[in-house]
């Protein structure tokens, strides 16, 4: 009975660890854009859509195949992150 109390604790534990990063920012939007490759390296992928050409960052978290090339239709799922925020002094203020 013990051994099956720890197994279903470990499962319920390993549940709740996967779910912390949904619960960390519920709501933060998720957008799409899909076109082909242009470019691919370790830190971006340029996607055309249309006349516009897409650079979306991208790092060891970002998950993707590693055979994606030059020419590949594919759909990138990302999310707007800031980088930094300056406030600025309204106008008319003196």
């Known amino acids: 009975m013990k051994t099956l109390s720890r197994g279903l604790l470990a499962l319920v534990a390993v549940y709740a660890l996967a779910a912390l990063p949904l619960l960390a920012a519920p709501d933060v939007k998720t957008y799409q854009v899909t076109g082909p490759v242009l470019e691919v390296t370790p830190t971006s992928i ?49």
Request: hydrophobic share 35%.
């Open 46 to 94: 340029t996607v055309q859509k249309g006349e516009e050409k897409w650079q979306i960052a991208r790092d060891k978290r970002t998950k993707a195949p590693a055979d994606v090339k030059v020419g590949a239709k594919v759909t990138v799922y990302y999310t707007m992150v800031a980088s930094e925020v300056e406030v600025k002094d309204a106008k008319g203020k003196k």
